[in-house]
């Protein structure tokens, strides 16, 4: 990743081309007359098709960093360009349209809805983009038969492994064709040969050109990734 | 406005769909908490068919008095009433009267005078008491009954006192047994008089208080005939007292040309007669007035009725309120996927909304139901006239959907504020 001269102030090399860029971004808390520094002033960016754990110790700033980067929340200050488009200012609607539209979220606890089936877990991006019914159910099963559970189209998550549900998860994330796709924890609740599956999966996913984000405090699971960027006190503390 | 969701009807349909979905998941829980609606919705439309029924009912009955028309009776007054063993009353109304109120009351296009009078009927050895009519052909244009057969009175048959009569046909039933009842003689008080026709009878009953001029077991003969065999003193024996009264007309209906003008007429008949009468042995009854009152007490009761609607469809949403807001936060975890996923805060609202407007309007169409049964059972078990009226259907319908949009609204915004990310850590 060779260094860029526009790079602001911070430890990442940064990229013009980036997918993921967070120009000296501030998160902060007011707990009471306190003020907490989530993040306090981070600046990175991550390349297209490039596969990055975020690590750090419990308090450091991951989850503040991933939501970020996950366009549920705002920075305090900062600016946040994602596909080249700056989105630390815009509306909470314009946010769900840009989560929507090149963004994939895999989660800890997996996060499927329960009274869904497989297919309408997997097909639940697709609603929200308009997609019919018909085109969607397709995809759904298309995206089911990559992650190895076509067979399960009508299984409810409660009817499934915890891998399962988590490869579950993943082909929903994949439903919109994301460019990034932010995992916090994701083999968090599973064994390890189980976990070793869903990286195996992720890396797959990472070799057909998607960006991959993941935040783990795991040194094993961190060593899929190409680059680990360890975060200390809501900085970036180092990068390898 | 922005959390209002925009219309898309395919969208809205899915959302439907989820909707039904979601509340089939806990079919019990969806059924109690529609409760409150069907029983609002229910209880209201069976209370306003049973009340529409009755009163349209009374309405009916007035409307046949003929609502152009101005009925007066002859009425005995209270101080003739003593116990004196043998005495004339005189009262009620003249022949004068009619023909003051035919030439000089504005409007009236009309009148039709009876004399009624009891009397015993007999065919061979059948006999009963019936009542006989002497009236004016415009009788029978006023009392529009089925003509079963032969003829109506006529003009001809005043003009010579024939001695003919129409019976209505339960006094036929009773006297004749054959079928071939035209042209039977039949023997009223110390006369013969030739069946002419049989009209149907019908229940007249009483309307609004004032007596249907017709009754079941009438006879029709001209009034020419009945003046000339009867007089117009009617003799009554009763405990050993015999009661005499003088009563030239006992009815006299009044035609007046149109609706607008039979409250005029009708003022101005009671004060020609208050002029000519020196006590008050007669009462006017004005069907329309009647009828505006009916009606003014339907519109009383509707209020009433849709108070107690408005009441308990308050507390039916209120009902799904409650349920609504517990599900949002047994949903929070739902949510917050959809909306990390991308659904606007609009899509939250709009699903909720449609998922607690399914909720009460399928309380609603379950009220409706119950509420459209309820009166035909009663109708079965009762024999009440009942009439669902279509326009409270409708509305119930409406006002459902209603009901979900308003009591829906709180929840759906409540779900679609959450943070995505508090929502997401839930449990
Ligand atoms: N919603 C919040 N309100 C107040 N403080 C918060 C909030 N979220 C995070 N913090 C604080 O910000 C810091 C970073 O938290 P977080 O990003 O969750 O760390 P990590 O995920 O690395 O454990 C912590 O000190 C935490 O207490
Ligand atoms: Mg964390």
């Known amino acids: 990743m060779p260094p860029s001269p526009a790079t602001p102030p911070g430890t990442a090399p940064a990229a013009t081309a980036a997918i993921v860029r967070l120009e000296d971004v501030r998160k902060t808390y007011r707990m009471g007359s306190e003020e907490v520094h989530a993040l306090a002033g981070v600046s990175v960016a991550f390349e297209p098709g490039s596969f990055w754990a975020i690590m750090g110790p419990s308090g450091s700033g991951k989850s503040t960093m991933l939501n970020l980067l996950g366009c549920l929340d705002r920075p305090t200050s900062g600016r946040y360009i994602l596909a080249g488009e700056d989105v630390s200012r815009m509306d909470d609607d314009a946010l769900s349209g840009i989560r929507l539209t090149y963004l994939g979220f895999v989660f800890q606890s997996f996060n499927l809805i329960a009274q869904l089936t497989v297919r309408e877990n997997i097909e639940l991006p697709l609603f929200y983009l308009g997609w019919e019914p018909h085109d969607s159910a397709r995809r759904a099963a298309e995206l089911a038969h990559r992650v190895e559970l076509g067979a399960r189209l009508g299984h409810r998550p409660a009817e499934l492994s915890g891998g399962q549900q988590q490869r579950v998860a993943i082909a929903r994330a994949l439903a919109n064709d994301p460019q990034v796709i932010l995992a916090d924890e994701p083999t968090g609740n599973l064994d390890s040969a189980t976990g070793k599956t869903i990286m195996e999966l992720l890396r797959d996913l990472n070799r057909q050109g998607k960006t991959i984000i993941i935040v783990t405090h795991e040194p094993e699971i961190a060593s899929w990734a190409d680059h680990r960027l360890h975060m200390k006190d809501g900085l970036v503390d180092r990068i390898d | ?427």
């Not at chain 2, 009647?290 to 849709?306: D, S």
């Not at chain 2, 006239?385 to 209603?402: E, F, K, Q, R």
């Open chain 2, 1 to 427: 406005m922005a959390l209002l969701p925009q219309v898309n009807l395919n969208r809205t349909l899915r959302l439907v769909k989820l909707g039904v979905k979601t509340l089939l998941l806990h079919k019990l829980r969806s059924l109690l908490t529609m409760l409150g609606v069907v029983f609002g919705v229910g209880s209201v439309i069976a209370m306003l068919a049973v009340g529409t029924g009755a009163s349209r009912e009374a309405q009916e009955q007035i409307r046949r008095l003929g609502s152009q028309n101005i009925i007066i009776h002859s009425v005995q007054p209270q101080q003739d009433q003593t116990t004196e063993r043998v005495r004339m009353s005189i009262y009620g109304l003249t022949y004068d009267d009619d023909a003051r109120i035919r030439e000089t009351i504005p409007f009236v296009s009309r009148t039709v005078p009876a004399k009624l009078i009891p009397q015993e009927a007999r065919v061979g050895g059948r006999q009963m008491e019936l009542r006989v009519v002497g009236t004016t052909p415009g009788w029978f244009e006023l009392v529009e009954r089925e003509l079963l057969a032969g003829r109506r009175l006529q003009e001809s048959d005043m003009v010579r006192s024939a001695n003919v009569t129409v019976l209505t046909e339960r006094s036929a039933r009773r006297l004749l047994a054959t079928e071939q009842v035209l042209g039977e003689s039949v023997r009223i008080g110390s006369n013969y008089y030739q069946v002419v026709g049989i009209i149907r009878s019908e229940t007249g009953g009483t309307a609004g208080g004032v007596q249907t001029p017709d009754q079941e077991v009438d006879a029709y003969i001209p009034i020419t005939t009945a003046r000339e065999r009867f007089g117009d003193i009617v003799v009554r024996r009763r405990e050993g007292s015999t009661e005499r009264s003088l009563v030239e007309l006992h009815q006299l209906v009044v035609e007046v040309d149109a609706i607008e003008n039979v409250q005029a007429a009708a003022t101005a008949i009671e004060h020609m007669l208050r002029r000519f009468h020196s006590r008050e042995d007669y009462r006017v009854s004005v069907p329309l007035a009647l009828l505006r009152q009916a009606e003014a007490t339907q519109r009383t009761f509707n209020i009433v009725l849709g108070s107690i609607a408005g009441i308990s469809l308050l507390v039916g949403g209120i009902g799904i309120m409650n349920i609504m807001l517990a599900s949002v936060t047994e949903r929070t975890r739902e949510i917050g996927i959809r909306r990390a996923i991308g659904a606007k805060r609009s899509q939250i609202v709009g699903q909720f909304l449609i998922e607690t407007i399914v909720l009460s309007s399928t309380g609603g169409l379950i009220g409706i139901a119950v509420g459209v049964t309820i009166p035909q059972v009663i109708e079965y078990f009762a024999g009440m006239p009942t009439v669902v009226p279509l326009y409270a259907v409708v509305l119930s319908l409406g006002i459902s959907v209603a009901v979900g949009v308003i009591f829906g609204i709180y929840p759906a915004m409540r779900a679609a504020k959450l943070d995505p990310i508090v929502a997401l850590r839930y449990d």
